[in-house]
């Protein structure tokens, strides 16, 4: 990720903060030239592997977005180490490999999503 | 809820038999899925009953179609499915043309305001008393109006009248008169732009229809050289065009 184009938030797992990512996520996907449908799209991303970091009982998360043209990288990280979609329920991934163009799990863990 | 050795049974009956009633127990089991999916895509300016209904018809679908002896568990197989079916209801369904937001936003009030006075007055309503009953200007009112009669776009194909006549047939051709008339109006600029050399040279190859080799020996040259005269004048009038 360019550090410099790079808007990072940590997050403590707490549902009542689920409503500010999908805020930063729509400003975000905003500032790639998204369409209302996609910038929803990304939303609804952005949720559910929140929802799922905030299942897993981990005490936070740090969540990093890259905004370029028409191009959308979005990484989470847990702040304990743990899988990012450890307490994913069976939609979790589907759904997002139904949205994003790629969603890649990392050996540590951390979730990478790229939504051209 | 995941997947048991008993729904595998269930979808292998049904694949067997074709019984719908096994196919219905199925989807039972795997309503949820629907509810769950239809939820996330809320706010989108669709009903989320209409929501439920698509991906409820999209979870029989794939109820239909899984196989369990693919790799893939039934949820696998159907999130993907019931949502590529509500993503394709927006796209179908959905106004072609998007209104701007604030329009957007202003058009619940407005419809509202439109129906409660039209059942009031026993008839439609002006845009200013839909403005007063809303506290937005008349302007924004008929432009919200109008912004929702644009979205609603008819088909080329459509029949339009009792003949059958379709748009399509009631739409002019460009009249190549037009392009002619262009034409001959950048060929004289051209032509003011060359000395008499190289305008008789294009008006004997372009007006005239003469050969290289005919212009040649009207000059008294070779082929060679008016070849490359008429790339000079090509490049000539290319660079003056483009700088005016």
Partial sequence: ?116 | MTQTHNDDKLFEEYIRTGNIEIRNLIVEKYYYMAKVLAGKFLNRGVDYDDLLQVASLALVKAAERFKPDMDNKFSTFATPTIIGEIKKYFRDKASLIRMPRKHYELYPSIKNAYDTLTHEMNMAPTPLQIAEATGNSPEEVIEVLEMVRTGNISSLDEEFDEEGYSRMEALGDPDPGFEGIETRDMYERALSLLDENEKRVIIMRYNQGMSQKDIADNFGVSQMYISRLEKKIYSKLRKKLDSN
Avoid: H
């Fill in chain 1, 1 to 116: 990720m360019d550090s410099n184009r790079v808007i990072k938030v940590e997050v403590p797992s707490n549902k009542d903060f689920s409503r500010i990512m999908r805020l930063t996520a729509a400003g975000a996907a905003d500032a790639c030239g998204f369409n209302v449908d996609m910038i929803e799209d990304v939303k609804v991303m952005v949720s559910e592997v929140f929802g799922s970091i905030i299942e897993s009982g981990c005490p936070g998360a740090v969540i990093s977005f890259e905004p370029a043209e028409g191009r959308l990288v979005v990484l989470f990280e847990t702040c304990n180490g743990e899988p990012v979609l450890k307490g994913a329920n069976e939609m979790t991934v589907p759904i997002l490999e139904a949205l994003a163009g790629s969603v890649d799990s990392d050996k540590n863990g951390s979730l990478r999503l790229v939504i051209e």
